[in-house]
């Protein structure tokens, strides 16, 4: 059936809204925000989202993107976070290489 996962995945999108949800984006962005809202085509309305930089050599750099859309087309994956964990973390302290894109 055409459209079947898609109608699946929407489906377990509305179980995260009002939710604080980690995205990774298909050129290698981690995104962290509130889950507002999304459409039929995966399009995210994230609130209070920052963006996450990582690097090796400084840590993981947060950048405050407020109220941001996410275009369907390039988010890879989406899930929940645990927003007593995230917020535990010293994200300063964390060295990791960026994500690279991903190659079709």
């Known amino acids: ?3 079947a996962g898609l109608h699946i995945m929407t489906s377990a999108l509305k179980n ?3 939710q604080t949800v980690a ?4 050129d290698g962005r981690v995104i962290v925000g509130t889950l ?3 459409d039929q085509t ?4 994230l609130d209070e989202s920052r963006e996450r930089v990582f690097s090796f050599s400084e840590g993981v750099e ?5 109220v941001y859309i996410v275009r369907g087309d390039i ?3 989406i899930g929940e976070t645990d927003e007593e964990t ?12 960026p994500l690279n894109s991903v190659a079709y």
């Open 36 to 38: 507002k809202g999304f």
């Open 75 to 77: 988010v890879a994956v």
């Open 23 to 26: 995205v990774t984006t298909s």
């Open 86 to 97: 995230d917020s535990a973390l010293d994200l300063g302290t964390i060295g990791a290489e």
């Open 16 to 18: 995260y809204i009002n």
């Open 1 to 3: 059936m055409p459209g």
């Open 42 to 45: 995966m399009n995210l309305i």
């Open 62 to 66: 947060q950048v405050v993107l407020g």
